[in-house]
């Protein structure tokens, strides 16, 4: 089945939504989302967004926290541009309909988070991402250009090139009905790539069953440039046992004044960073990391004793009816905690404007790297990057959508799927398979044991061999087997997983969320910089224009 539209956006979460509501006004707009709608990370964020709304707070504050917490690699034009339209954005948010909690003022309410100086984070109780989404989705409903087509899994970009530059451009996608379990090629005239993180690459992850980082994995087939894939940052509190995925105990608890404590009630982050258990997220997950080493404990607590009950359930009505569920009673015996992977700072590298290296593509939110974060995402700021970018980007599509191309006669380019060699080509609906299930749990075990909070030399290349094996007996599967969302999750995985690998292999240093061993410091001579990756295997210069930088 073939289907032809102006722009296509994959993913449902704040990206992909905000995005589309705005390219609406330029053309036909498609959204394809992999399972039900509401199913992304977007949906599952608690604490909040970022933006520079109280009296006290500046624009300065939040850019020197943001560049703090990025350990030297944050881009700065980056960083003040998205600081400055952040609070245009969170009012747009509200024009959509999203609510923020407010004072007795009637003032929006402020929340404090690690590594912020002053209190700057909007919020609905602690399911902000669950108003944002719920809001958005109604917005897009409403809106006629748009059209959103459930458990539609991208496979594949369509590559061919382009008249004018000769260079390969990305002119729609192959997807997957797996409800149908057939092929759909949709053919556009750009692609905005809105398909999330990849926490599920690891085995504890608060990133729900969707974030298999297939936006990056086809993004680097179709030779995009990637970047920073090494700097997973690690949830310090998700709830343990952890399940799959993990139940996440927003940072903004701490930000209200508990703490984190051994299971024996001694405080110990002040050992690790002055702002004690409000530091960045890297140093808290690695101190916790350290601490359950050296005594042997599987968790620690979150200390929640200086919160009123009462305060506790209003401020923070997730964690407390989840709590609940669970049968923990957090104020006699603490919230037992671990780190989990929660957020990848890397991604397909993207300008200020959503432009990726392939022209015809491009991307926001988790699954893009724009220079924001550095090798540490600082608390509530991806939600603010994620709006910010997509309307920057809804703007430079505009611009950039090209006329309609003649139909017929494209020539299709490896990287990307080739139409004409599908005929035969079997799909398969969503059923489960225990082989494949076994495979992917080895990804992830292998990228927990070893491409963790803590890394060395020897645990990197055994990754990256036993990777390798697990890639090629994958592509047998790929050419023989039929095509399912498992097999096709699985690729991502695999791929994703090789990227992080790589870039980690690459920082021969230890800078932000990438901590190894055997070069415990920094190396400002020769790291200061990103580390980027493409199918080439060249360290390809993105061209950035000077803002970016
Ligand atoms: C538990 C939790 C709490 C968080 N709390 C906060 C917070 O308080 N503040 C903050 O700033 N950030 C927070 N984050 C991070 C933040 O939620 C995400 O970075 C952000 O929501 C990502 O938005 P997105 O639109 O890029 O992707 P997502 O919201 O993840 O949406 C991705 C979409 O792409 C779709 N998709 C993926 N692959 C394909 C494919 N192959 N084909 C079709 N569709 C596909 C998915 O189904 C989904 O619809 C949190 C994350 C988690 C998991």
Redesign the pocket.
């Known amino acids: 089945m073939n289907s032809q539209v102006d722009i296509l956006v994959?993913?449902?979460?704040?990206?992909?939504l905000t995005f589309a509501l705005k390219a609406a006004r330029h053309g036909s707009v498609l959204l394809?989302?992999?399972?039900a709608?509401a199913?992304?990370?977007?949906?599952?964020?608690?604490?909040?967004?970022?933006a520079v709304l109280g009296d006290d707070d500046e624009m300065r504050l939040h850019v020197a926290d943001t560049l703090e917490a990025g350990a030297g690699l944050c881009h700065l034009g980056v960083v003040e541009t998205v600081v400055a339209e952040g609070p245009v954005r969170v009012r747009e948010l509200m024009s959509w309909g999203t609510t923020f909690d407010r004072d007795q003022g009637g003032r929006l309410a402020l929340g404090r988070e690690g590594g912020h100086s002053r209190r700057r984070i909007v919020h609905a109780g602690d399911r902000?991402?669950h108003a944002i989404e719920h809001a958005l989705l109604a917005a897009v409903e409403a809106e006629p250009a748009i059209t959103v087509l459930e458990d539609?899994?991208?496979?594949d970009l369509l590559l061919s090139e382009d008249p004018s530059t000769r260079r390969p451009a990305c002119r729609g996608i192959l997807?997957l009905d797996h409800r149908l379990g057939r092929l759909i090629v949709f053919r556009s005239r750009a692609v905005f790539l809105?398909?999330?993180?990849c926490?599920q690459v690891y085995r504890h992850t608060?990133?729900?069953a969707?974030?298999?980082g297939?936006?990056t994995a086809?993004a680097y087939r179709a030779g995009a440039v990637i970047a920073n894939m090494e700097f997973m940052q690690f949830h310090p509190t998700a709830l343990h046992p952890t399940e799959d995925?993990a139940f996440?105990i927003?940072e903004a608890v701490r930000g209200e004044g508990a703490i984190i404590v051994r299971r024996d009630g001694t405080s110990f982050m002040e050992r690790y960073h002055p702002r004690a258990s409000l530091a960045p997220r890297d140093v808290v997950a690695r101190a916790i990391d350290q601490e359950m080493r050296s005594s042997g404990d599987t968790h620690v607590l979150l200390d929640v004793s200086s919160i009123p009950r009462d305060t506790f359930r209003t401020r923070f009505p997730g964690a407390a009816e989840g709590l609940t569920e669970r049968g923990v009673d957090a104020w006699a015996d603490g919230i037992p905690v671990v780190p989990a992977a929660?957020?990848s700072c890397g991604g397909v590298r993207t300008d200020l404007h959503g432009r990726t290296s392939v022209p015809g593509l491009y991307a926001?939110?988790?699954?893009a790297c724009t220079g924001l974060h550095g090798a540490n995402r600082l608390?509530?700021?991806?939600?603010?990057e994620?709006v910010v970018l997509s309307h920057r980007a809804a703007e430079a599509i505009a611009a950039f959508l090209p006329a309609p191309k003649a139909a017929g006669g494209e020539e299709w380019l490896p990287g990307g799927a080739d139409p004409a060699s599908l005929d035969g080509r079997d799909a398969g609906t969503d059923t489960p398979s225990p082989d494949l299930a076994h495979e992917r749990k080895r990804v992830r075990d292998l990228m927990w044991d070893r491409v963790g909070i803590v890394r060395s030399d020897a645990l990197l290349e055994s990754a990256e061999s036993e990777l390798s094996n697990l890639a090629a007996a994958h592509e047998r599967r790929w050419r023989e087997d039929l095509w399912t969302p498992d097999l096709?999750e699985l690729r991502?995985l695999l791929h994703t997983a090789e990227l992080v690998v790589a870039c980690a292999r690459s920082r021969v240093e230890s800078r932000g969320l990438h901590y190894t061993l055997d070069h415990p410091h920094r190396n400002n001579e020769s790291f200061l910089r990103d580390t980027h990756v493409t199918l080439a295997g060249v360290d390809l210069p993105f061209p950035l224009t000077p803002e970016d930088a």
């Open positions: 994959i993913g449902s979460g704040i990206a992909g394809v989302t992999k399972k709608r199913e992304t990370n977007t949906n599952y964020a608690r604490g909040g967004l970022a902000t991402g539609h899994l991208a496979v997807a809105a398909s999330g993180g926490g608060t990133n729900p969707i974030a298999t297939d936006g086809m995925p996440l927003s929660h957020y926001a939110g988790e699954v608390a509530s700021n991806s939600l603010l994620a096709v991502s």
